[in-house]
T-cell receptor
Framework: GQQLNQSPQSMFIQEGEDVSMNCTSS?????WLWYKQDPGEGPVLLIA?????ELTSNGRLTAQFGITRKDSFLNISASIPSDVGIYFC?????????????FGKGTLLTVNP | DGGITQSPKYLFRKEGQNVTLSCEQN?????MYWYRQDPGQGLRLIYY???????QKGDIAEGYSVSREKKESFPLTVTSAQKNPTAFYLC??????????FGDGTRLSIL
């Protein structure tokens, strides 16, 4: 199946630093979603983006839907230890009856206190 | 609370045995999904269902089977034909124009 290119694969940062990760695709998406997964748990939705150019914030998290509709980024400001986890992007290429998502392979974030 | 419930949290399978993983949602979502997650490989789609009594194979359906007799339920059976079943299994659901939400997963191991 199709995969998104998510980068970086992993990040090691100090508490208080800002973080940026992104996803790119060769296909156009109508929806971009960002999830966080803690060890042994299911992914939790962080931000949903539905419109090209859309910039949405959720607390210290900000995500943008790229103008070309082929990319998205997620920024985390002033990181804290509980930000540790795997962050996934996901894209949906059409609405209607096709609900399938394409997932990136994830970015593993480690925050040193 | 509305959500997706997966059970059991941990499951062990003996060789030659079929096992069934449960997934129930009370979000009134039309579509449900099963994913397999292996370390470093992200999420791979096993099966999905967009409507009751209908389902489609995902990218790695071999060795698995599903049913969708009720809107709320989408059980996954890992059959003996699946030779490498050890993984973390995630169930999800959504509807058109709604984001996909996940359960807390079932970790399947081989005895």
């Amino acid at each position: 199946g199709q995969q998104l290119n998510q980068s970086p694969q992993s990040m090691f940062i100090q508490e208080g630093e800002d973080v940026s990760m992104n996803c790119t695709s060769s296909s156009i998406f109508n929806t971009w979603l960002w999830y966080k997964q803690d060890p042994g748990e299911g992914p939790v939705l962080l931000i949903a983006l539905y419109k090209a150019g859309e910039l949405t914030s959720n607390g210290r998290l900000t995500a943008q839907f790229g103008i070309t509709r082929k990319d998205s980024f997620l920024n985390i400001s002033a990181s804290i230890p509980s930000d540790v986890g795997i962050y996934f992007c996901a894209g949906r290429s059409s609405g209607g009856s096709n609900y399938k998502l394409t997932f990136g392979k994830g970015t593993l974030l480690t925050v040193n206190p | 609370d509305g959500g997706i419930t997966q059970s059991p949290k941990y499951l062990f399978r003996k060789e030659g045995q079929n096992v069934t993983l449960s997934c129930e949602q009370n979000l009134n979502h039309d579509a449900m999904y099963w994913y397999r997650q292996d370390p470093g490989q992200g999420l791979r789609l096993i099966y999905y269902s967009q409507i009751v009594n209908d389902f489609q194979k995902g990218d790695i359906a071999e060795g698995y089977s599903v049913s969708r007799e009720k809107k709320e339920s989408f059980p996954l059976t890992v059959t003996s034909a699946q030779k490498n079943p050890t993984a973390f299994y995630l169930c999800a659901s959504d509807s058109n124009h709604q984001p996909q939400h996940f359960g807390d997963g079932t970790r399947l191991s081989i005895l």
